[in-house]
């Protein structure tokens, strides 16, 4: 009976998961650009990513910290996304007054998006 | 022909560890080491230099580490392949034909220099005939900013460095070429692969791609499972093992550190990418999602199915150009209220510049420990950090309110808020910002030229 009641709750409530327990990422700078590759830990996970972290979910993610459009590609070859994020890096490369003036650690600022995983 | 060609990896930047190159040609049997040095802010830094002294412009790293290493190479018989030419190949190579003369091996040694690639005295003429070569950013026409261009290099392909080496250099010292084509003219040499062979270019072009950056494919500034990486302190810098068939593997010399798995391959693939369908060199367009990727042992990842379309008729530009000047000053702030006592030292720094009437294009100001790395989606700890950098940074067109603006900052450790610190390396410096401005130019336009110096 009690498992029963668990599978219910499951239906109802999918739980936030924050992309840091579902993928690893990397990324880096062209221009004024910075690029996030981000990669399914588990190949399973591909299709989740994929259908949740869409580039409109990460261009809201993003509000604020960058000033151009979210563009995003699929590799399900490889279980990753990638997404470029431009106006994101102050000018970029010389010009930037930036700390991360290459775009290093959007990667790990992306992990931090929590996506809706049903239980 | 050779069966299995080994490239290494020695360099993934101007400026990267200087024991790797020696490790990759000594710790295991390798034909090629291959150093790229130059990221696309490199050559503006080059230029810098040149234009200070026209003798340099090149990665001046190079020179010390082919005296340590070209007795090994002479005697294995490995060859180079480098952009550390920068904006000067000429005078690097003449450098380098130097050191073997003085550690006598001058005799069998033959230097390749690829050059072509400097557009800067031909800029008004191309204008002239219609080459706008705008900004691929912004698309803003060159005509901006002619008066202010300090260089400006088309990126050569594989191609020259094919040709160098069928010519027999030892060593091929190459001004902007793609970091990808110095892996590719050795598979395309060794293998005489056809240039319009895209599959097989295409694979060299991801092989490339993948060991560009050195020890960023080996563990290196992996985040994947990165706190069971083993032995970072002797890191083993990436090889492709390549074959005639368009298919290679990465792997590394083995004792040692570091790992090589699909999933830090991966990270490095996704590394700097734009349209994953689409990577554009001058040699081809690769196709990265028809990568097919399988853990072939340990240390050993096999690349195979990759696909490739036809190069464009067009090569990309950088130019750089002068922009202005920046400065950066930085002071730490302690427990209690570390954060807001950072806050309130920017407000008074920015309110004496506003009062000193100081025109800046940009002001940012920067709380290291807070916010500089995840802006406001990382503010959760910051009324508890135990210590916050106070970062502000500051670009004009003009000099003057830069140089003003490095005056400011000391100031404020006695006459700011309490508890600060972290002032001991004195007065921020004024830099120069030499600009990147990518462009495209037709392929008939550029034509590379290669040189052999026997040393």
């Known amino acids: 009976m ?37 990669i399914a830990k588990r190949p399973a996970d591909y299709e989740l990513l994929r259908r949740q972290v869409t580039a409109a979910r990460v261009a809201r993610h993003f509000k604020g910290l960058i000033e151009g459009p979210v563009e995003r590609f699929e590799l399900p070859n490889l279980h990753a996304l990638n997404f470029l994020l431009h106006g994101a890096l102050d000018g970029g490369g010389t010009v930037s007054l930036k700390t991360d003036a290459q775009g290093k650690v959007f990667s790990t600022a992306l992990l931090r998006l929590a996506i809706p995983v049903a239980r | 022909m050779t069966d299995t060609l080994r490239i290494a990896a020695g360099q993934g930047f101007w400026g990267d560890w200087l024991e790797a190159p020696y490790r990759q040609v000594t710790q295991g049997p390798v034909d090629y080491l291959m150093m790229d040095y130059l990221a696309e802010v490199t050559m503006s830094i080059m230029q810098k230099q040149k234009s200070r002294d026209p003798s340099q412009g090149y990665a001046r790293d190079f020179l010390p580490l082919m005296e340590r290493i070209l007795p090994v190479l002479a005697a294995r018989k490995i060859r180079v392949t480098t952009n550390a030419g920068g904006v000067n190949p000429r005078a690097c190579a003449l450098a380098v034909a130097e050191i073997a003369r003085r550690l006598q091996l001058g005799r069998r040694l033959k230097i390749g220099i690829v050059t072509g690639d400097d557009l800067l005295d031909r800029l008004d003429d191309l204008l002239q005939r219609g080459h706008p070569l705008a900004n691929l950013d912004t698309g803003r026409p060159l005509s901006d900013v002619r008066g202010q261009v300090l260089s400006a290099n088309a990126y050569l392909g594989a191609a020259p460095v094919v040709e160098a080496l069928a010519r027999g250099a030892d060593i091929v010292i190459t001004g902007r070429v793609t970091d990808t084509g110095l892996t590719l003219g050795p598979m395309m040499h060794a293998f005489r692969w056809r240039p319009d062979d895209w599959d097989k270019l295409a694979a060299g072009t991801v092989a490339g791609h993948t060991i560009e950056c050195g020890a960023q494919a080996s563990g290196g500034n992996c985040l994947v499972d990165w706190e069971r990486i083993p ?3 002797n890191v083993g810098y990436p090889i492709a093992e390549a074959r005639a068939d368009g298919t ?52 050993r990842v096999r690349f195979s199915g990759i696909r490739g379309r036809p190069a ?80 502000v940074a500051v670009r004009a067109r003009e000099k003057a309110p830069v140089e003003r603006f490095t005056r400011e900052i000391a100031p404020l450790i006695l006459n700011g808020p309490p508890s600060v610190t972290g002032f001991a390396g004195g007065r921020p410096k004024p830099e120069e910002i030499v600009a990147y401005w990518p462009a495209l130019i037709d392929k008939s336009e550029v034509r590379a030229c290669v040189d052999i110096v026997e040393a």
């Not at chain 2, 720094?349 to 002001?363: K, N, T």
């Open chain 1, 2 to 38: 009690r498992g029963h009641r668990r599978s219910v709750k499951k239906a109802r409530a999918p739980r936030l998961v924050p992309l840091v327990e579902l993928a690893h990422a990397r990324s880096g700078d062209k221009g004024d650009t910075a690029n996030v590759g981000l």
């Open chain 2, 248 to 299: 290679f593997e990465i792997t590394k010399h083995p004792g040692t550190g570091g790992r090589i798995s699909v999933a830090g391959v991966t990270e490095q693939l996704v590394y700097e990418m734009g349209d994953p369908a689409s990577y554009i060199t001058p040699d081809c367009v690769a196709d990265f999602t028809s990568i097919r990727l399988a853990q072939a042992g340990k240390d």
């Open chain 2, 231 to 233: 032995d970072l302190a």
């Open chain 2, 312 to 391: 464009t008729d067009k090569l990309k530009v950088s130019l750089a150009y002068f922009y202005g000047y920046k400065a950066v000053g930085t002071l730490v702030y302690a427990w209690p209220d570390a954060y807001k006592k950072a806050r309130a030292a920017d407000r008074i720094l920015r309110q004496r510049l506003a009062d000193l009437g100081l025109a800046f294009e940009a002001i940012r100001t920067e709380f290291v420990g807070v916010d500089a790395a995840h802006g406001r989606l990382a503010l959760e700890a910051a009324a508890e950090a135990p210590e916050v950098q106070l970062r």
